[in-house]
Nanobody
Framework: QVQLVESGGGLVQPGGSLRLSCAASGSILSLYAMGWYRQAPGKQRELVARITSGGRTNYADSVKGRFTISRDNAKNTVFLQMNSLKPEDTAVYYC????????????WGQGTQVTVSS
């Protein structure tokens, strides 16, 4: 089965930046619209950003202007550049196909932890 692996999370101060990566074990990632999702403690998972197979993007209002989603089809990788981070951005970040109920990448992975704190 094709799997996704998230990486790049860590501890950062408010106002700092992180770049998350989502790498696929297969060569099919470029065929799908992809999204970054996050889940904070006690909260439901929410969509943060999405990118279509053609490169069109959408962002949640809470991150618009601060986060940028991109993809490198040759490397089967999706990125999330996060700038001007706020404590409210603290969460576990996951990637998946936008069509989550019929995702070709199986169930949700473990994600990568992003902690924004002084």
């Amino acid at each position: 089965q094709v799997q996704l692996v998230e990486s790049g999370g860590g501890l950062v101060q408010p106002g700092g930046s992180l770049r998350l990566s989502c790498a696929a074990s297969g060569s099919i990632l470029s065929l799908y619209a992809m999204g970054w999702y996050r889940q904070a403690p006690g909260k439901q998972r929410e969509l943060v950003a999405r990118i279509t197979s053609g490169g069109r993007t959408n962002y949640a209002d809470s991150v618009k202007g601060r986060f940028t989603i991109s993809r490198d089809n040759a490397k089967n990788t999706v990125f999330l550049q996060m700038n001007s981070l706020k404590p409210e951005d603290t969460a576990v970040y996951y990637c998946n196909a936008d069509q989550t109920l019929t995702s070709p990448f199986g169930s949700w992975g473990q994600g990568t932890q992003v902690t924004v704190s002084s």
